[in-house]
């Protein structure tokens, strides 16, 4: 049988979850973090994704995702974000977890919404790592969305918490800090109940998003969809090699 075939029985199960990394976003243009041209290759990452580096320099953090959001603002969802949101919107039960900050599932989830005339779901997607259009006072913890360029030609320019004057910082998740609670605990619980987990774009080098496919494998069907190797290969019940934007139309 056609392995895209297999695949489409494994997910026609009740529950299913899913969960999403860079590659999802590649065909958009958003660079990953591991592959050729990787954003990691560019960048080292203590330089950059920890509180470390930002208590050090938030000059220099901000001057990186302030050009992260002005590259993602310029990217389009891809036919990959479209046939998921499109399918999540077409049957219940599919949860859909990411690890992207870049907000593109949201996007075409909006885009699907209008187009069928419905309201959005509020809860799509689970956001392991927060996302880099919402920000956290390193001072009081208030929390915002914020968009648009960021002046980071100085530390007095940097954005700042209209509350305590303390200096916001991304709401995204560093190497080293832990996940939002609720996030967690709603995408554990969809491990839970999964019978079968698609994940699609994650080399599945990073916990505890890996370790969700990995406990749906435990009880149920594992479908990986990805051009390269990645650390789900050898439990996978079904392996679609190609990219997101070409098989996911097709698969779903
Ligand atoms: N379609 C599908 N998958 C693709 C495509 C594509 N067009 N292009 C590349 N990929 C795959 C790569 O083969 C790789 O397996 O996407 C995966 C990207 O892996 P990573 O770059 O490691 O990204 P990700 O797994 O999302 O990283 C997880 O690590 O750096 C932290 O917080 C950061 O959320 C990130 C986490």
């Avoid at 709603?186 to 774009?201: F, N, Q, S, W, Y």
């Avoid at 969700?212 to 392996?239: E, N, W």
């Amino acid at each position: 049988m056609e392995r895209i075939e297999e695949a489409r029985m494994l997910l026609a199960g009740s529950a299913v979850l899913v969960l999403t990394g860079a590659g999802i976003s590649a065909e958009s243009g958003v660079p990953t973090f591991r592959g050729a041209g990787g954003l990691w290759k560019q960048f080292r990452a203590e330089d950059l994704a920890t509180a470390e580096a930002f208590a050090r320099d938030p000059r220099l953090v901000w001057e990186w995702y302030g050009w992260r959001r002005g590259l993602v603002a310029s990217c389009r969802p891809n036919p990959g974000h479209r046939a998921l949101a499109r399918w999540m919107l077409s049957r219940p039960g599919v949860t859909l977890v990411t690890q992207n900050v870049d907000a593109l599932h949201e996007r075409a989830a909006r885009e699907a919404a209008t187009a069928l005339g419905v309201a959005p779901d509020p809860a799509y997607p689970i956001r392991l790592h927060g996302s880099i259009h919402h920000v956290r006072c390193t001072t009081c913890d208030f929390r915002a969305e914020h968009d648009g360029p960021v002046d980071a030609t100085s530390v007095d320019t940097l954005p700042r918490c209209p509350h305590c004057e303390g200096l916001y910082r991304p709401d995204v998740v560093w190497f080293g800090e832990s996940l939002p609670d609720a996030a967690l605990a709603a995408a554990m619980a969809a491990a839970e109940r999964a019978d079968t987990c698609l994940v699609i774009g994650t080399a599945g080098a990073v916990q505890p998003a890996a370790g969700l496919a990995q406990a749906v494998a435990r009880h149920g069907a594992l479908v990986v969809l990805d051009p390269g190797a990645t650390a789900f290969d050898d439990i996978a019940d079904v392996k679609l090699t190609g990219a997101a934007g070409a098989l996911l139309p097709k698969l779903l």
